[in-house]
């Protein structure tokens, strides 16, 4: 990094480190290099314990997911059923257990001028879809399903997630759900 600051004429000066790279030594140079490599390893570390002690909450059902499910609030340090928005879940679940599909259910609830999870009237049939696939709804927990990997998400197996039946109060059964 300092060659390259040397090389495009560009003066580095910090007071902290007491640096001024046009008055740069070789002793100057190697401490900058060895700060950098242990302030690497150092984060490195800080990182890959902070990822292994949310894994260890998430294992014991601890960590709430940071966006809360539709029919859901956040109740403390718990997620709590809300009478209003489950009673919508409910339905979406009935009707497709009775035979209508994601399109017929989404313009049902438009219809009936039932707001969707943004709030909004307009519902997507992904949105219908999203919320029959969630298992949450039968009061399951997942965690896990990605992973960042130098600021990319990554699909994890489903092998490796972790599922916690019955964390939460839920608002359908587990037959209505499968």
Request: aromatic share 8%; hydrophobic share 35%.
């Amino acid at each position: 990094v300092l060659q390259a600051l040397a090389e495009r004429n560009i003066r580095l000066i910090s007071l902290k480190e007491d640096i001024d790279t046009m008055h740069l030594s070789m002793e100057d140079s190697l401490r900058i290099a060895w700060e950098n490599l242990s302030n690497d390893f150092y984060l490195r570390d800080v990182s890959r314990k902070t990822r292994a002690g949310l894994a260890e909450s998430r294992k014991r059902g601890k960590l709430l997911p940071s966006t809360i499910p539709y029919g859901y609030v956040r109740d403390g340090d718990r997620i709590a059923v809300d009478e209003n928005t489950a009673k919508v879940v409910s339905r979406i679940f009935n009707e497709y257990v009775l035979g209508s599909g994601f399109s017929e259910i989404a313009r049902k609830l438009v219809d009936d001028h039932i707001p969707n999870p943004k709030g909004q009237e307009l519902w997507d049939p992904n949105t219908v879809r999203y919320i029959l696939e969630n298992p949450a709804y039968k009061g399951t927990y997942v965690s896990g399903r990605k992973s960042q990997k130098m600021f990319k998400l990554a699909d994890v197996p489903e092998e490796a997630w972790i599922v916690i039946p019955n964390h939460h109060e839920a608002i359908v059964t587990d037959a209505v759900y499968e």
